[in-house]
């Protein structure tokens, strides 16, 4: 079904994924020219999915092929070492990231700001707390094209790619919608939704990129990934799913996300 991928660089097709995600939230943003806001307990659920998918995807997609090529060149506790670093890495990164850059999660109150302090008006706070979302995506999608060349085979690249662009159209919505409450027009909301997400495709060629040209680094990139998307998944879109009280309606979408991806992985990998 993609064979016309397979003979093009692992960067063009990190490039084409990181594309088809960022159009992904950019149809998410369009929602904004049907509708002023959506159903707070359907964007929980949205958001639980995006996190259930973004789980799956963690272990199925890049620990566990991280695990395996770490084992064929660090046999030391079964090549676990390599990808405990990557994946503490990740995490430490997106952290700092978090702590210094200025955001504001949607629904949040201004008071509740994160990063350093700035006039930032509320509409870039949410923008930026979205595109902080993004970056480990389009990384993660990145590494697995890359990985693709090694001999993981294209099919599991593909299902990642799929995958997170599904959770990225909630993710649009959740940045276009709440700009449009703020005052925006509806062509500035999708503008700004859509920018958000750009993020990914640029990101993608740089994780497709240090892969392909840095062979031994595979290992620590997957983990890195992987480390980097649970801590988004923990820090924002838990919380954010949890912060309307829908909670049960978050954690189906958590399950099903979880569901929808792994099948994604098992049956295109």
């Not at 099903?256 to 992985?265: H, K, R, T, Y």
């Amino acid at each position: 079904m993609f064979e016309f991928l397979e003979g093009w660089h692992p960067v063009e097709q990190a490039l084409a994924a990181g594309l088809f995600t960022w159009g992904m939230t950019a149809a998410g943003a369009g929602l904004v020219f049907f509708f002023k806001e959506v159903n707070r307990k359907i964007l929980d659920g949205m958001l639980g999915f995006a996190a259930g998918v973004m789980i799956a995807a963690s272990f199925w997609s890049l620990l566990a092929p991280a695990i395996e090529h770490s084992e064929q060149s660090n046999p030391f506790l079964g090549g676990v070492v390599p990808v405990l670093f990557g994946f503490l890495l990740g995490g430490v990164c997106m952290r700092l990231i978090d702590i210094y850059l200025p955001h504001l999660h949607p629904g949040a109150p201004p008071e509740e700001t994160e990063g350093i302090k700035t006039t930032w008006h509320r509409s870039m706070l949410l923008i930026s707390a979205i595109t902080l979302h993004n970056i480990p995506e389009g990384l993660a999608v990145g590494v697995a094209f890359g990985a693709a060349a090694s001999g993981d085979g294209i099919g599991a690249a593909i299902a990642l790619a799929i995958g997170i662009g599904l959770q990225n159209f909630p993710e649009g919505a959740a940045v276009s919608l709440p700009l449009r409450r703020e005052g925006l027009s509806r062509k500035e909301s999708f503008w700004w939704g859509q920018l958000s997400a750009l993020v990914e495709p640029i990101a993608a060629v740089l994780g497709a990129a240090v892969v392909v040209y840095m062979d031994p680094l595979l290992p620590y990139a997957l983990a890195f990934a992987a480390g980097a998307m649970i801590f988004v998944v923990v820090e924002e879109l838990v919380p954010e799913a949890h912060r309307g009280g829908n909670g049960d309606v978050a954690t189906m979408g958590v399950m099903i996300g979880f569901s929808v991806m792994m099948v994604l992985d098992v049956g295109l990998g």
